[in-house]
């Protein structure tokens, strides 16, 4: 029974929080993206082929790109329907709007998507939600230079909780989930009223991730560092090949070499002949390969460097930052040419962001590698796709919590249950009921 526990998946990029979730055992009903690149790669990782846990699409529902607006809009009929149907709605609403990354705004648009969530959840009802956001939607906007707007992760909670659901939310880093890189994410957990637990999914969680991060042979405590995860990708121990998608590029010679055991549990699900996609090296011009080579001769790994660094190196970048193996990876972002490789003058590849988001090698990334200017608001490239993803190994271990906390609450009600018919049966042997 608890292997079929199922889940709707709102905003779903490329399939990272699917992934996940699909890996814990849980079944997919139907997943919603709007961008038709992510769709793409959604589609055929985890509809078109049976890797993990396959998704049960609804017939009325178009297996295709479309927006949350358009789902309430055609489908509301048939998503109150699925009422005591779906034990989960999980998430990641567009979080451009709250990002620190870019340029804060309350106004944004894509902050209302929020507002289709819950929309969705109202029709449907689930038992349980989980939401993923970034670290920005639980500050406050500022205005007028004071902190004085509401933050909107508790405007989300109050609206929720109205709805019937007991709500807790969090800040966590993916890097204690076993991910190699920070990647600090709001995650918010909800129940419906009445379902009670012993204990907050959050204390649950802290108690479960030692064990999570064993199950997958990784260290318990220790973080996982950037050589773990992407040393087998090397230039210098892969050598390059002609790329397979991509006229006159190059990629990464994908081969067997000495595995870290992070490197092992991506490679897993991969026969011995596999060459997973998206090792396509970029044409880094000869200044660019200077510079480069400079950074990594001249300074600190790990370490962002300075505007007054990127002046005098005579680049236009607001953000650049050298890796270092032995520490974690920065967070993956969309942009493709954040992060130098720590021991090679080139940026890194579509596959090395994905090894760093915890992306298994078998996982395919469709569509165009970049896109720049005015597409970029039309288009979402493989980079992008990478760095809008939920991480897996996060996902999972999520999906596993919420099956922990749906368990307990199964076996509260059996011991409730049994208590309750045993006084029951008191009652009528003493004859209590016998006027009745």
């Given at each position: 029974?608890?292997?079929s ?10 399939g ?6 699909s890996?814990a ?6 997943a919603?993206?709007k961008?038709?690149?992510?769709f793409?790669t959604?589609?055929?990782n985890?509809?078109?082929r049976?890797v993990?846990?396959p998704?049960?699409w ?8 479309m ?12 998503l109150k ?8 709605i ?7 709007g709250?990002s620190f990354?870019?340029?804060?705004n309350?106004n ?9 969530y819950?929309?969705i959840?109202?029709l449907?009802?689930?038992r ?5 956001n970034?670290?920005g939607f ?8 004071t ?12 609206k929720?909780?109205k ?37 907050p999914p959050?204390?649950v ?5 030692p ?14 560092t950037?050589k773990?995860a992407?040393?087998d990708l ?8 002609p790329s397979v ?5 190059e ?5 067997k ?10 490679r897993?699900?991969?026969n011995?002949n596999?060459a997973p996609n998206?090792?396509?090296?970029a044409?880094?011009?000869a ?10 001769k001249k ?5 962002s460097l300075?505007?007054?660094?990127l ?7 607001q953000?650049f ?7 974690l990876?920065?967070?993956?972002t969309t ?6 490789h ?11 962001n994905?090894?760093i ?11 165009k ?9 039309e288009?979402c ?15 999972e ?11 307990r609450m199964?076996?509260?009600k059996?011991?409730?249950?049994k208590?309750n018919?045993?006084?029951l ?8 009921f016998?006027?009745?």
């Amino acid at each position: 029974y608890m292997a079929s526990l199922t889940f709707i998946d709102l905003f779903a990029g490329c399939g990272g929080l699917s992934l996940g979730l699909s890996k814990a055992d849980w079944r997919g009903l139907f997943a919603i993206e709007k961008s038709p690149d992510a769709f793409q790669t959604f589609k055929h990782n985890l509809i078109d082929r049976n890797v993990v846990t396959p998704f049960d699409w609804p017939a009325w529902l178009p297996c295709q790109s479309m927006t949350t607006s358009e789902l309430i809009l055609g489908y509301s009929s048939q998503l109150k329907k699925l009422r005591g149907k779906v034990d989960l709605i999980a998430g990641g609403p567009p979080c451009q709007g709250f990002s620190f990354a870019g340029r804060r705004n309350p106004n944004d648009p894509r902050n209302r998507l929020t507002e289709e969530y819950i929309q969705i959840v109202e029709l449907v009802q689930p038992r349980f939600l989980l939401l993923e956001n970034v670290k920005g939607f639980k500050a406050a906007f500022k205005q007028n230079g004071t902190n004085k707007k509401k933050v909107y992760a508790e405007v989300v909670k109050e609206k929720l909780e109205k709805l019937g659901y007991c709500v807790f939310h969090q800040m966590c880093n993916a890097s204690t989930f076993g991910v190699p890189q920070p990647r600090a994410r709001f995650i918010m957990i909800a129940h419906k009223r009445g379902e009670n637990i012993s204990q907050p999914p959050f204390e649950v969680l802290t108690a479960f991730l030692p064990e999570y991060r064993d199950s997958k042979g990784l260290h318990k405590i220790k973080d996982t560092t950037v050589k773990a995860a992407i040393s087998d990708l090397e230039v210098d121990k892969c050598s390059v090949v002609p790329s397979v998608d991509t006229k006159n590029f190059e990629q990464i010679h994908y081969k067997k070499t000495r595995l870290s055991t992070y490197q092992r549990l991506m490679r897993e699900d991969c026969n011995d002949n596999y060459a997973p996609n998206s090792l396509r090296l970029a044409r880094h011009n000869a200044e660019t390969m200077r510079r480069f080579k400079v950074i990594l001769k001249k300074y600190p790994k790990g370490k962002s460097l300075t505007k007054a660094d990127l002046v005098a190196l005579g680049t236009k970048k607001q953000c650049f930052t050298p890796l270092h193996p032995e520490m974690l990876s920065r967070t993956i972002t969309t942009l493709p040419d954040d992060l130098l490789h720590y021991s090679e003058p080139r940026i890194l590849t579509v596959r090395e962001n994905a090894r760093i988001q915890s992306f298994p090698d078998w996982f395919d990334f469709l569509g165009k590698y970049t896109t720049g200017g005015a597409r970029r608001k039309e288009e979402c490239p493989r980079y992008s796709q990478v760095g809008n993803a939920v991480p897996p190994l996060m996902a999972e271990a999520l999906g596993l919590l919420i099956k922990k906390l749906r368990m307990r609450m199964a076996i509260k009600k059996k011991i409730n249950f049994k208590a309750n018919a045993a006084r029951l049966y008191t009652f009528i042997k003493i004859g209590i009921f016998e006027e009745i």
